[in-house]
């Protein structure tokens, strides 16, 4: 059973970068035809897709966050982190990590339990 175990701060300040970390069990984060990702809900409002690290390290992001977001791992811990700088309140969410099947249907089979992160100063 894969499973996914989010660990990070609850409450940020603007301006600040924030770190997320996914372990994951069950399963390693560099097995071929998946992908790691990061994707969180603002109160609100519908799931948006951050990024994703690849089973080889390559990550790729969603445009409209620009810049401000980097994925990193660790394959010796199973783990994966999101860093996202410069936060605004904009960036209050629901953070999740979920495991990207890469076939010819890619979906997210398995999830984090969510973080909710808060910015305020």
């Known amino acids: 059973q894969v499973q996914l175990q989010q660990s990070g701060p609850g409450l940020v300040k603007p301006s600040q970068t924030v770190s997320l970390t996914c372990t994951v069990s069950g399963d390693s984060i560099a097995t071929q035809g998946y992908a790691w990702s990061w994707i969180r809900q603002a109160p609100g409002k519908g799931l948006e897709w951050m990024g994703v690290i690849d089973f080889d390290g390559d990550s790729y992001f969603n445009t409209v966050l620009g810049s401000r977001t980097s994925i990193t791992r660790d394959t010796s811990k199973n783990q994966f982190s999101l860093h996202l700088s410069s936060v605004t309140p904009d960036d209050t969410a629901v953070y999740y990590c979920?495991?990207?099947?890469?076939?010819?249907?890619?979906?997210?089979?398995?999830w984090g339990q969510g973080t909710q992160v808060t910015v305020s100063s």
């Open positions: 979920a495991r990207l099947y890469s076939g010819d249907i890619p979906f997210h089979d398995y």
